[in-house]
T-cell receptor, first 118, second 111 residues
Framework: ETGVTQTPRHLVMGMTNKKSLKCEQHLGHNAMYWYKQSAKKPLELMFVYSLEERVENNSVPSRFSPECPNSSHLFLHLHTLQPEDSALYLC?????????????????FGPGTRLTVL | LAKTTQPISMDSYEGQEVNITCSHNNIATNDYITWYQQFPSQGPRFIIQGYKTKVTNEVASLFIPADRKSSTLSLPRVSLSDTAVYYCLVGPYNQGGKLIFGQGTELSVKP
């Protein structure tokens, strides 16, 4: 599937580096999300954007800085990370945060970026 | 948001039907039940969603009893490619994007 793409797919960085993860959705959705998945742990929601406005920040450390320049693109800027930040970072999108009724909005996930912090 | 409980792992063989049950004793009236599938090093993928009774699509069936305190994902005639982690999620339609993933059930399909 190419609905949600993420680059790079793999990233190795030192603790003093600055890098950015990119997510792009081609589905015409209004909401985008960042999740973190550490080894043997459930997915953790990090940030939620709706129409380019951040609506959720789940107590994420400031060394992670999201940016949503438009409804199709989402970035996660990384700065002075720690080895425990090594994980799979997943981007997702959905039509909207809320539906007018009926079923909850389905989220479509990208393939993720496997991040290793040395 | 209602807490869910699933078996940590299950084994099956090709061609068998697999049933994964999820318990959600505290499900609320406006909660829906959603299942996602995740292959290694990939993002989760929506499988099926329901509110009550039975829902079927081209991939799976979802059985929800009248009290809605549990649900069962049924995968007919699994193949090796169905080896994945399956997540049961419970939440209202207006949850504002808050998908709460548990540990999921790691299904291993053997030849």
């Amino acid at each position: 599937e190419t609905g949600v793409t993420q680059t790079p797919r793999h990233l190795v960085m030192g603790m003093t580096n600055k890098k950015s993860l990119k997510c792009e959705q081609h589905l015409g959705h209004n909401a985008m999300y960042w999740y973190k998945q550490s080894a043997k742990k459930p997915l953790e929601l990090m940030f939620v954007y709706s129409l380019e406005e951040r609506v959720e920040n789940n107590s994420v450390p400031s060394r992670f800085s999201p940016e949503c320049p438009n409804s199709s693109h989402l970035f996660l800027h990384l700065h002075t990370l720690q080895p425990e930040d090594s994980a799979l970072y997943l981007c997702a999108s959905s039509q909207d945060l809320r539906t007018s009724g009926g079923f909850p909005d389905t989220q479509y996930f990208g393939p993720g970026t496997r991040l290793t912090v040395l | 948001l209602a807490k869910t409980t699933q078996p940590i792992s299950m084994d099956s063989y090709e061609g068998q039907e697999v049933n994964i049950t999820c318990s959600h004793n505290n499900i609320a009236t406006n909660d829906y039940i959603t299942w996602y599938q995740q292959f290694p090093s990939q993002g989760p993928r929506f499988i099926i969603q329901g509110y009550k009774t039975k829902v079927t699509n081209e991939v799976a069936s979802l059985f929800i009893p009248a009290d809605r305190k549990s649900s069962t994902l049924s995968l007919p005639r699994v193949s090796l490619s169905d080896t994945a982690v399956y997540y049961c999620l419970v939440g209202p339609y207006n949850q504002g994007g808050k998908l709460i993933f548990g540990q999921g059930t790691e299904l291993s399909v053997k030849p």
